[in-house]
């Protein structure tokens, strides 16, 4: 393969698995991609305790962490 196009994570995963693989970023775009969590309609206590969560994670520096234990950098910028 010559080259292929991923978003951050797929390539962090893969160079964090694979690091003598030689793959190499070409270029990156400036633009950030979003991740969400889906919800049933109505769940409105259970949005607002992971919400709480996540933000305690943050905080502390835990999904720092745990960003760095698994992609090797924190993507939680």
Same mark, same amino acid.
Do not use: Q, W
């Given at each position: 393969?010559?080259? %292929?196009?991923? $978003? *951050?994570? /797929? &390539?962090? $995963? &893969?160079? *964090?698995? %694979?690091? $003598? ?11 950030? %991609?979003? @991740? ?7 769940? @409105?206590?259970?949005? *607002? ?12 520096? /835990?999904?720092?962490?745990? @960003?760095?234990? &698994? ?7």
């Amino acid at each position: 393969m010559d080259a %292929t196009v991923n $978003d *951050k994570l /797929t &390539y962090l $995963d &893969y160079a *964090k698995t %694979t690091p $003598d693989s030689g793959l190499k970023v070409a270029a990156e775009a400036p633009d950030k %991609t979003e @991740s969400a969590f889906v919800f049933r309609k109505g769940s @409105s206590e259970l949005t *607002k305790a992971v919400d709480k969560a996540l933000e305690d994670l943050r905080a502390d520096g /835990t999904l720092a962490k745990i @960003s760095d234990k &698994y992609f090797g950098a924190d993507v939680t910028k």
